[in-house]
């Protein structure tokens, strides 16, 4: 992976004077944050590579316009979670059933896992997924950034424009309604 110490250095290059070196760093630091964060969101493997694609291509173009008010990787999620929604909101999506429901958990098991733990994990990774989905996608997006991420509240409040006392509120309310539903579930 990459030196710790790139980090820093990478979060204060000036704004569309990014090396393509630095740029590949970027992608390697961030892009499989932003795919299990797709994920989550679309529920579809082949929908979230392409969405991680298209978050990284967003970004490449827009590099100019990155004022380095946040970090890169704020910025970056802030990207994503727009582009999911986009996709969320999208006609295609709305009226168009995926066949790939189960494709999110066939691919979790590690090769020395027992069958019976392989499905307890698939059945848990269903029941966690049927529970989100339940969920406002508020709720959802506040969860999948402060579990998923482990953003903090400021940068939690940064990506989706709320202060970190409203987050922390909401997210304790979602938290709340998760395990509710989680309950319910079989």
Not at 70 to 94: D, E, G, M, P, V
Not at 100 to 108: G, I, M, N, Q
Not at 152 to 177: C, M, N, P, T
Request: charged share 25%.
């Amino acid at each position: 992976m990459n030196d710790p110490a790139e980090g820093p250095e990478l979060m204060e290059s000036p704004p569309g004077g990014w090396p393509s070196d630095e740029i590949a760093s970027l992608y390697e630091q961030h892009s499989r944050a932003i795919f299990y964060l797709a994920l989550r969101f679309l529920g579809d493997p082949q929908r979230a590579e392409d969405a991680t694609h298209d978050v990284f291509l967003k970004a490449f173009r827009k590099l100019d316009q990155f004022r380095g008010e946040s970090s890169a990787r704020t910025w970056l999620y802030r990207i994503a979670i727009n582009h999911c929604q986009n996709i969320q909101q999208s006609w295609h999506n709305r009226h168009i059933v995926a066949n790939s429901d189960d494709a999110v958990w066939d691919h979790s098991a590690a090769r020395t896992d027992s069958p019976l733990r392989v499905l307890e994990t698939k059945e848990l990774g269903q029941r966690i997924q049927n529970t989100l989905d339940r969920l406002s996608d508020e709720y959802r997006l506040l969860l999948l950034l402060v579990a998923d991420e482990e953003l903090s509240y400021e940068q939690i409040g940064a990506l989706v424009g709320q202060s970190s006392d409203a987050v922390r509120g909401k997210l304790h309310r979602a938290r709340k309604a998760f395990a509710a539903y989680f309950e319910k579930t079989t």
